[in-house]
């Protein structure tokens, strides 16, 4: 989706707004929202890329008015409702409909640790041959799909070097609308800053981006 | 609750008195409505969300990325497996989990910086360096640290000579950078404590260069 959150290359967004000594929260419901996100994902019921889509998915005007941990809260919120762990009366009242049935959280304090230890790898043990090897010239596709997608604008038609070949990896895109993992090959792939941004860039510099196979061709 | 204020006193102790308590904000409200929620529907438990929250202010932050710099600058064997494979290396500092699962370290050189952003969302190496900064989450920064990095560089205060080549790290997929700074001269016989103490978590991002003194 060509999203507001699409942010690389854009212009007149003022200074990076840098603060000394900066608290990890600055407001306890932050912690909070945090919390609560890694905590519902235990219930397995979106994964990684469904709820990065959720957050695009704010309007592009209400999404640069929030604040990071404002949009984690709402598209949270929207997860639970979309996957009916709660409804949106409950929502509103604040307290769960008569006669429902109270669950048992999966997520207990003792599995906090071991939990955030092990993570969720993305990448799958799959053999599958790669299409492109390191050094290749290739082009990303200019591409516009509507749903979730890797593969930022400013990169799309541009060309580049294959500089790593990552394994094969969950494909975003499929992931984030519940339609499989879809695993193919990621590869880093250089763009010289010249390519992207034209000749008036330093000749030296480059951007590195992370692409899946189907978002590259062949030069 | 009572429906009647009681007035303020000359000498009250401020944290009773209803007019300078801190009202809590429309989000903080509604959060702590959803949290209730989730608790009463048994979706939650509260105390994990303690735990939670306990790792990420305590345990969790850029001191676990000093370590792995700090290491790399005084075992050369360590360095070279932390750049051949990263998430290995790393994790025999006991350092592996969630938004770390799969890292590549970037080593700065008198010649080459690096420099780690998310133009896309926020992604940032969790198990190394904590939770990400809001400057780093910031519109501003994803939308230029790709366009203008020189500009961003010297904004925050690191002027990069012409010379030196610059790279941007996209973090595009589950991949999570750390970048190795350069060890600055005149620690040639510190130890690696000292080292990783030296080391700050805008140097692991790319967003300075180390000095001593």
Partial sequence: ?219 | MTSTTPKPQAGHDHDHDPIHQKVPSDLALRVRSLESLLVEKGLVDASALDAIVEAYEHRIGPRNGARVVARAWVDAAYKRRLLTDSTSAIAELGFTGAQGEHMVVVENTPKLHNLVVCTLCSCYPLPLLGLPPVWYKSQAYRARAVIDPRGVLRELGLDLPEDIEVRVWDSTAEIRYLVLPERPAGTEHWSEPELAACVTRDSMIGADRLRIG
């Avoid at chain 1, 929202?33 to 704010?58: C, G, H, M, P, Y």
């Avoid at chain 1, 993305?122 to 050094?135: I, T």
């Avoid at chain 1, 494909?171 to 008036?200: I, M, T």
Wanted: proline fraction near 8%.
């Fill in chain 1, 1 to 219: 989706m060509n999203g507001i959150h699409d942010l690389g290359g854009m212009q007149d967004m003022g200074p990076v707004p840098y603060e000394k000594a900066e608290p990890v929260f600055h407001e306890s419901w932050e912690g909070r929202v945090f919390a609560l996100n890694r905590a519902t994902s235990a219930w397995r019921k979106w994964n990684i890329d469904a709820s990065r889509f959720q957050r695009e998915l704010i309007p592009p005007a209400e999404y640069l008015r929030m604040s990071y941990y404002e949009r984690w809260l709402e598209a949270l919120i929207e997860m639970l409702v979309k996957t009916q762990l709660v409804t949106r009366s409950e929502i509103e009242s604040g307290r769960a409909a008569p006669g429902a049935v109270k669950l048992t959280p999966p997520l207990t304090p003792d599995k906090v640790g071991p939990l955030l230890a092990r993570g969720a790898p993305a990448n799958r043990d799959l053999r599958s041959q790669a299409a492109f090897e390191v050094g290749q010239p290739v082009r990303a596709r200019n591409m516009h799909p509507e749903g979730h997608t890797r593969l930022p604008r400013y990169a799309r038609g541009k060309s580049g070097i294959v500089a790593r070949n990552h394994g094969v990896f969950v494909y975003p895109d499929s992931n984030a609308l519940f339609q499989g993992e879809q695993p193919r090959h990621l590869y880093s792939v250089r763009f010289a800053a010249q390519e992207l941004w034209g000749s008036q860039t330093n000749a030296r510099d480059a951007v590195y981006l992370d692409l899946w196979e189907s978002y590259l061709e062949p030069l």
